[in-house]
């Protein structure tokens, strides 16, 4: 565990130097570069595997106090529609997309939600609920980073072409691009009122992370049925941690958390987060990467696509 908070505190340092990426993707990065160049001893296996898994759904829990019914709802029905058409249309298409490339289902599944939900986050809670291998997991999150950092220039310069105003291009930000960090980003080059707008439709899309993992869990128990498997190894329909996510998200909805407990869970779940992903880089190998090929890349850059346009065609609706 130390081993991988020491991980986390460095991906933290150079995240901070580096605009536009968040200390997530910088730790599954460093994980899989210490991995891949260095012998990490057997006898930290233990430590890894708990930060992998329990400080990541920690995380996630904490993640909801960042989530305020109000101000989504303030976004106003018309957005609110567009966030849920986003994630909905783009996890559909993106499924048949990969379907129809031959991806593994896991593969493809965490692609899915990376891109249509949450970024790394996202990819990281689907990772428990699948059988998905690290390779898998590494793949998502690079795509997430390529992909999301290429969006950083072309959202403000495709807002320009359209004759997007401020607001609209901060609610077009907030809807279709992947990772809160690049949101906050763009925004910034946008203005402070694209700023506030992009942020908040992102973090409505946040919460989609909910009922997509519920609906994901009553899909795993009803194939486990289907194989007649036995009953205790079902999983739970509704994730503990997703349970803790909503009561979190409750929670910061009712306004009697004082700022700074925010701020500091705010700080933690970074820091969770981060050491979650620096252990799960550690499980990465450049050799297994090397023979995925060119469809995740291809399914990555549809997604995009799919996901940006249907967020565009309900923010130009919405308005």
């Not at 809670?125 to 795509?143: F, P, R």
């Not at 700023?195 to 194939?223: D, E, G, I, N, T």
């Not at 500091?264 to 970074?270: F, H, M, Q, V």
Request: charged share 10%; with cysteine; aromatic share 2%.
């Amino acid at each position: 565990m130390a081993f991988c908070a020491v991980g986390m505190a460095v991906a933290t340092v150079m995240a901070s130097a580096l605009p536009g990426l968040s200390a997530l993707l910088v730790a599954i990065v460093l994980g899989a570069v210490v991995a891949n160049t260095m012998a990490v001893p057997a006898l930290l296996a233990p430590g890894v595997a708990l930060a992998a898994k329990p400080v990541l759904r920690a995380g996630i829990v904490l993640l909801g106090l960042q989530v305020g019914l109000q101000e989504i709802l303030g976004l106003g029905a018309p957005m609110v529609l567009t966030v849920v058409a986003t994630v909905g249309v783009g996890i559909l298409a993106t499924l048949w997309v990969g379907k129809r490339l031959g991806m593994p289902p896991a593969q493809r599944l965490l692609i899915v939600c990376g891109f249509s939900i949450c970024g790394a986050a996202a990819v990281a809670a689907v990772e428990g609920a699948t059988d998905a291998e690290e390779e898998d997991v590494a793949v998502a999150v690079g795509l997430v980073v390529l992909f999301g950092t290429l969006m950083i220039p072309s959202v403000p310069l495709l807002s320009g072409l359209l004759g997007l105003d401020g607001n609209q291009a901060g609610l077009w930000a907030g809807a279709a691009t992947h990772e809160v960090a690049q949101v906050v980003a763009i925004g910034g080059t946008l203005g402070p009122g694209a700023l506030a707008a992009a942020v908040v439709v992102k973090l409505a899309r946040v919460l989609m992370l909910a009922p997509v993992m519920a609906v994901l869990a009553w899909q795993v128990r009803r194939a486990a049925g289907a194989a007649d498997g036995p009953a205790g190894t079902l999983p739970p329909l509704v994730p503990l941690f997703v349970v803790g996510f909503v009561g979190m998200m409750m929670l910061a909805s009712t306004g009697l958390v004082p700022a700074a407990v925010l701020e500091g869970a705010k700080t933690l779940e970074s820091m969770c987060l981060a050491t979650a992903m620096f252990a799960l880089g550690l499980g990465v190998r450049v050799r297994s990467l090397l023979k995925v090929g060119a469809r995740p890349v291809v399914l990555g850059a549809v997604s995009t696509v799919i996901v940006a346009s249907t967020a565009l065609t309900g923010v130009l609706l919405a308005s």
